[in-house]
T-cell receptor
Framework: GENVEQHPSTLSVQEGDSAVIKCTYSDSASNYFPWYKQELGKGPQLIIDIRSNVGEKKDQRIAVTLNKTAKHFSLHITETQPEDSAVYFCAATETSYDKVIFGPGTSLSVIP | NAGVTQTPKFQVLKTGQSMTLQCAQDMNHEYMSWYRQDPGMGLRLIHYSVGAGITDQGEVPNGYNVSRSTTEDFPLRLLSAAPSQTSVYFC?????????????FGPGTRLTVT
């Protein structure tokens, strides 16, 4: 089955700097890669996703990149703000969408 | 829309007790899933369903049962609670249509087994 690894497990950045979180996956059949943000005491919330036919996708200060050959995908947050502090999860699934496998999470702290 | 609702928010059980965690969604989503979240381990898939009457096992199904008699409801049953089942449980629903897909999570149930 699919296995998703995520690094780093914790990340601290100064406000205004960029943050990068990297993930790898094992199942070459996976072709949908969502990213979730989880604030304290809440459920995860989808922030951006990418499909295997796309190499990069941007949404304001957030971007994701995908390298299918290397089975790597990354989340990039630019101009970080204190409200970006949260736990971020990457995930992978085939486009049957019924079995989404998550990485272990990255705790991001943005220091004012 | 209320989205995905879960009850209860908190629960304490003794070892060997049984209980059902409730999950409901009002978005007419075909897919529903249960995850458990433990420190340092992310979210692990327990069971999932692709529609009413259809369920399947995820990564960590042992000790849990599910059923999906309606599109809206997807309860998770702990048959004989064990301390290893102390965790935060999240229910999620999702849809896929026209190339679009999104998974919505409930607020979670924090379960402690003593």
């Amino acid at each position: 089955g699919e296995n998703v690894e995520q690094h780093p497990s914790t990340l601290s950045v100064q406000e205004g700097d960029s943050a990068v979180i990297k993930c790898t996956y094992s199942d070459s059949a996976s072709n949908y890669f969502p990213w979730y943000k989880q604030e304290l005491g809440k459920g995860p919330q989808l922030i951006i996703d990418i499909r295997s036919n796309v190499g990069e996708k941007k949404d304001q200060r957030i971007a994701v990149t995908l390298n299918k050959t290397a089975k790597h995908f990354s989340l990039h947050i630019t101009e970080t703000q204190p409200e970006d502090s949260a736990v971020y999860f990457c995930a992978a699934t085939e486009t049957s969408y019924d079995k989404v496998i998550f990485g272990p999470g990255t705790s991001l702290s943005v220091i004012p | 829309n209320a989205g995905v609702t879960q009850t209860p928010k908190f629960q304490v059980l003794k070892t060997g007790q049984s209980m059902t965690l409730q999950c409901a969604q009002d978005m007419n989503h075909e897919y529903m899933s249960w995850y458990r979240q433990d420190p340092g381990m992310g979210l692990r898939l327990i069971h999932y369903s692709v529609g009413a009457g259809i369920t399947d096992q995820g990564e960590v199904p042992n000790g849990y049962n599910v059923s999906r008699s309606t599109t809206e409801d997807f309860p998770l049953r702990l048959l004989s609670a064990a301390p290893s089942q102390t965790s935060v449980y999240f229910c999620a629903s999702s849809y896929s249509a026209g190339g679009q897909y999104e998974q919505y999570f409930g607020p979670g149930t924090r379960l402690t087994v003593t």
